[in-house]
């Protein structure tokens, strides 16, 4: 949670395996690799980055029995931090494995805030 709320790129690496799989059901979203993710981690995390999205906050989760973090955003402007995104984790020997990222739509279903 920290590395998401520091917008530390390099610090998440550290607890992906090399060969991480992102996806977000039911986008076409699929990432694979530790390198690969990071750079889209750097570009939304980069202020002068097209593809930031402001800065994080987080709430710890769990979704079928594995962990999982809420994610919120407060764009640039705005007062409040909004869902983004609801990680759901599978660790495998300490890190992380895979993580599936699920649209803000399903924060009710978890008595996750509707802001922060």
Known sequence: MET??????????????EDVRVTMPPDPLWIVGRDV???????????AS?????????????????PAIA??????????????????FRIDEGMIAEITAFSPEVFASFNLPDSL
């Open 37 to 47: 993710f990071v750079a889209v981690l750097v570009a939304q995390f980069d202020p």
């Open 4 to 17: 998401l709320e520091n917008a530390d790129a390099e610090n998440f690496a550290k607890l992906l395996r």
């Open 71 to 88: 994610g919120y955003v407060r764009r640039p402007g705005e007062a409040i931090y909004r869902p983004q995104v609801l990680n759901v």
């Open 50 to 66: 097209p593809a930031y999205f402001g800065t994080w906050r987080a709430l710890p989760a769990h979704a079928n029995g594995q």
